[in-house]
């Protein structure tokens, strides 16, 4: 997803979305690539991390199962 870097506010930065600028995202500028400035394009990728989502799963599974034989 292509978005601008419409501004910086104190600690957040306020991304639009390229193709629907009524998609806003604000987040905090340490996520940013270093040397990002107002009206860069930025590119985001957002992936699932399925190992580290079926190991969280296995622990909750875990502890309801402990918590059930009490």
Do not use: F, Q, W
Not at 23 to 40: F, K, Q
Not at 52 to 66: H, I, P
């Amino acid at each position: 997803m292509k978005v601008t870097l419409d501004r910086v506010e104190g600690k957040t930065a306020v991304l639009i979305a390229r193709e629907d600028e009524s998609v806003r995202m604000n987040i905090p500028v340490s996520l940013l690539p270093p040397g990002s400035s107002e009206g860069d394009i930025l590119t985001i990728r957002i992936r699932r991390d399925i190992p580290a989502t079926d190991a969280a799963r296995k622990e909750v599974m875990d502890l309801v199962e402990k918590l059930k034989n009490k």
